[in-house]
Every structure is written in C-alpha cells, then in structure tokens.
C-alpha cells in the first residue's frame, strides 16, 4: 500500500512503516497527511530526519514530536 493510499483515520501496523513512510520531504508529508501527528511521525520512522528538524519544521517542540512519535506507536 503507497502513503498516498493511507486515509487520514488509518493507522497502520508498525511492520507496515518501511512502505508507507518512504523518503519524503517534509513539506511532502505535511502535504500527504491531514494528521498532524501521523505526518511527523512517519517523517521520523523514514529515519530521514531528526525529531529536532520535523519539530522545527512543523513548528512545534521536540517534546510535541516525541509525543506524535509515541502515540503512533501505541496504536499500531
């Protein structure tokens, strides 16, 4: 399944993170996803960029990133 195909509400399986978090830019994945959260985090897990770059980027604290990072992986 392409990030493109992921829905807003989707929440995919950690396993499933390879394929849908391919390399992006930032501004890509801001694009591609209307959550927030969901959009830094699968920033962080394409190990591109650092929680300080997508916290920076996005505007909000590294702590914000961190928080977006953990509640994904809860529910997956």
Do not use: W
């Not at 591109?48 to 702590?63: C, D, H, K, N, P």
């Amino acid at each position: 399944m392409a990030a493109s195909a992921l829905r807003a509400d989707a929440q995919p399986s950690r396993a499933a993170l390879p394929t849908l978090c391919h390399a992006l830019s930032l501004g890509e994945y801001r694009d591609q996803f209307t959550d927030r959260d969901q959009a830094m985090a699968c920033a962080y897990f394409s190990t591109l960029y650092t929680m300080a770059e997508i916290g920076e980027f996005f505007g909000v604290s590294l702590r914000s990133v961190n928080r977006a990072v953990r509640k994904f992986e809860e529910n997956s």
